[in-house]
């Protein structure tokens, strides 16, 4: 089984993020990767809490859905834990 870095895989997924919106069926076909593999590094950003379409800092590109799930992860947070939500965030954007 091959193996590849979180760079590559950040940037593959990020290719199914707005703005480039691509298909994982053409990403697929681009990469030679396999539909099943793409929709599972998907998943996995998503649970790492990478909501930030294509590691987008500006919020004015976000999508409404995505300005959405960020008010839904943050909306039972206290003020300590919204700063550490934060500051989480801002690391990740700028890795």
Known sequence: MARYSEEFKYSIV???MPPQNQS???IAR???????????WQRQAKEKGLV????ETNSERWSTQ????????TATLSEVE??????RRVS???K
């Open 24 to 26: 994982v069926a053409d």
């Open 92 to 94: 990740m954007w700028n």
């Open 14 to 16: 990020s290719k199914m």
């Open 52 to 55: 930030v379409p294509g590691g």
């Open 66 to 73: 995505d300005k959405f799930q960020i008010v839904l992860e």
């Open 30 to 40: 681009e990469t030679g990767l396999s539909e099943a593999t793409l929709y599972k």
């Open 82 to 87: 919204l700063a550490e939500y934060c500051v």
